[in-house]
Nanobody, 123 residues
Framework: QVQVVESGGGLVQAGGSLRLSCAAS????????MGWYRQTPGNQRELVAS???????NYGDSVKGRFTISKDNAKNTVYLQMNNLKAEDTAVYYC?????????????????WGQGTLVTVSS
């Protein structure tokens, strides 16, 4: 079993910063991609940022230049540094991990989601 747990959400004023963390644990052989997504009521979950095992990053257009994703492969942890936050960044932020598990006869890949952490930006 694999768990993904986010932390670091909270209330911040517009223009402020927050750092989210996401740690994966459990039966893990390797983690390939990890990413952050966000969702507001009535809307679909959208990509905020993602990072491959090789550290190639991808960002949603609305956060480019303000958010930075990074990771620690040894700790199976990904971070999201959010600067110059805006009211429209208010959302539940979810972590996603593509986890490779060793199983009898080979490997399998699982997509695992965290429970989410709420970020509220006051204007």
């Amino acid at each position: 079993q694999v768990q993904v747990v986010e932390s670091g959400g909270g209330l911040v004023q517009a223009g402020g910063s927050l750092r989210l963390s996401c740690a994966a644990s459990g039966s893990i052989f390797r983690i390939n991609d990890m990413g952050w997504y966000r969702q507001t009521p009535g809307n679909q979950r959208e990509l905020v940022a993602s990072i491959t095992r090789g550290t190639t990053t991808n960002y949603g257009d609305s956060v480019k230049g303000r958010f930075t994703i990074s990771k620690d492969n040894a700790k199976n942890t990904v971070y999201l540094q959010m600067n110059n936050l805006k009211a429209e960044d208010t959302a539940v932020y979810y972590c996603n991990a593509a986890v490779v598990q060793s199983v009898a006869g080979g490997y399998r890949t699982l997509e695992v989601w965290g429970q989410g952490t709420l970020v509220t930006v006051s204007s």
